[in-house]
Nanobody, 123 residues
């Protein structure tokens, strides 16, 4: 059984930074594409960022481009999301996902989801 465990969320003021982590266990990390989604209160879950197995291919939602950076450490079986210049509209529960292809992650067709970590940005 694959397990995804997010960490690093919290309460920060606008303009500050956070680093989210997603640790994967239960199966080989090899070949998996990964990504982050978020869901704000009263809104649908939305795509944030994705990264392929090699980390040569990354993609971002327009709303976070230039502020967030996705990365992964295939030795540690962990993915990261660096959140800079945070805005109140970034407030949401952030979920990590894994899938067999980059396209599946971007399309929200991930095989597994984490339990989420709360990010709250105050103005």
């Amino acid at each position: 059984q694959v397990q995804l465990v997010e960490s690093g969320g919290g309460l920060v003021q606008a303009g500050n930074s956070l680093r989210l982590s997603c640790a994967v266990s239960g199966r080989t990390f090899s070949g998996l594409a990964m990504g982050w989604f978020r869901q704000a209160p009263g809104k649908e879950r939305e795509f944030v960022a994705a990264i392929d197995w090699s980390a040569r291919l990354t993609g971002y939602a327009d709303s976070v481009k230039g502020r967030f950076t996705i990365s992964r450490d295939n030795i540690k079986n962990t993915m990261y999301l660096q959140l800079n210049s945070l805005k109140p509209e970034d407030t949401a529960v952030y979920y990590c996902t894994v899938a067999s292809s980059y396209g599946a992650v971007v399309g929200g067709r991930a095989d597994y989801w984490g339990q989420g970590t709360q990010v709250t940005v105050s103005s």
